[in-house]
């Protein structure tokens, strides 16, 4: 239970979910965590956001393995305080190896029912957040003498999603920056990967209620979303084993590669 022992991750959308899974996963093979998370809602997704009770909980977690952590609560659509964040959490656990770009949101709306509004939000969160936090983070990780980046993408970076045009954008996006930042930051011992989950069994993928009546009036899109193996919704556990692999020095010789860990979603 130690193959991240000593190392120090930091991740974002940490309070719940995805975030949650990943640093409990982490903290128990050894890993101190940073998480950060708004700790609010977003405005216009259909699901509750976070809540700095959530991130207590993370913490309480983390904790109860033996290992530290710093909750710190932040936006990543607010690169100065990701760069805060990142600061804090390096001069309380000494040093950071480990980034999981994992905050993000998702709504479902047919195209011409997308806003500007949702548009833009989406964009903000899911690929400008992605890239203010490597670039909060990528120069600890050099310090520190390299280390791992993961960029949570999607099937839906692989694969387009019907009534999720934004999001589908978004996450194609964080797909190429994995990509362009494991190349630039090769020399400097950081290896860059995406991530990319199928349907996970969270807050955000059960609160959409508007994704039964779409899919009833257009059946032959539904297809998009079922998965190859058997199998429903995936719990987040089952990313936080990819993230582990990745996190740790079993993946020395893995960088610019899109893992994949969805039931086989994005082949259908």
């Not at 996963?25 to 609010?40: Q, R």
């Not at 932040?74 to 690169?79: L, Q, S, T, Y």
């Not at 990745?246 to 993946?251: G, N, V």
Request: hydrophobic letters at 45%; charged letters at 20%; glycine letters at 10%.
């Amino acid at each position: 239970m130690n193959r991240v022992q000593g190392k120090v991750a930091y991740i974002t959308g940490a309070a719940r979910g995805q975030g949650r899974a990943h640093a409990v996963a982490l903290a128990s093979e050894g890993a101190d965590i940073v998480a950060v998370d708004v700790c609010a809602p977003i405005g216009f997704t259909s699901y509750p956001g976070s809540s700095l009770s959530d991130l207590d909980e993370t913490a309480r977690l983390v904790e109860a393995l033996g290992r530290r952590v710093v909750a710190i609560e932040a936006d990543v659509r607010d690169r100065a305080a990701l760069e805060a964040a990142a600061v804090r959490g390096v001069d309380q656990l000494g040093r950071l190896d480990v980034v999981v770009a994992n905050a993000g949101i998702g709504s479902i709306h047919r195209w011409d029912k997308v806003t500007s509004e949702i548009w833009q939000n989406t964009i903000d969160v899911n690929l400008t957040g992605v890239w203010n936090t490597v670039m909060a983070t990528a120069q600890h990780v050099i310090d520190a003498g390299g280390g791992s980046i993961i960029l949570v993408s999607s099937a839906g970076g692989l694969k387009a999603m019907p009534f999720m045009i934004p999001y589908t954008a978004s996450k194609f996006a964080v797909t190429g920056l994995a990509k362009a930042f494991a190349k630039e930051l090769a020399d400097d011992g950081v290896r860059v990967n995406s991530l990319h989950p199928g349907g996970i069994d969270t807050v955000m993928a059960g609160g959409e209620s508007d994704a039964d009546e779409l899919f009833a009036a257009h059946p032959r899109l539904a297809g998009s979303f079922v998965n190859v193996l058997p199998v429903g919704l995936l719990p987040p556990e089952a990313v936080s084993h990819a993230v582990v692999y990745l996190a740790s020095d079993e993946s020395k010789y893995v960088t610019a590669s899109a893992m994949v860990v969805d039931a086989g979603t994005s082949m259908m």
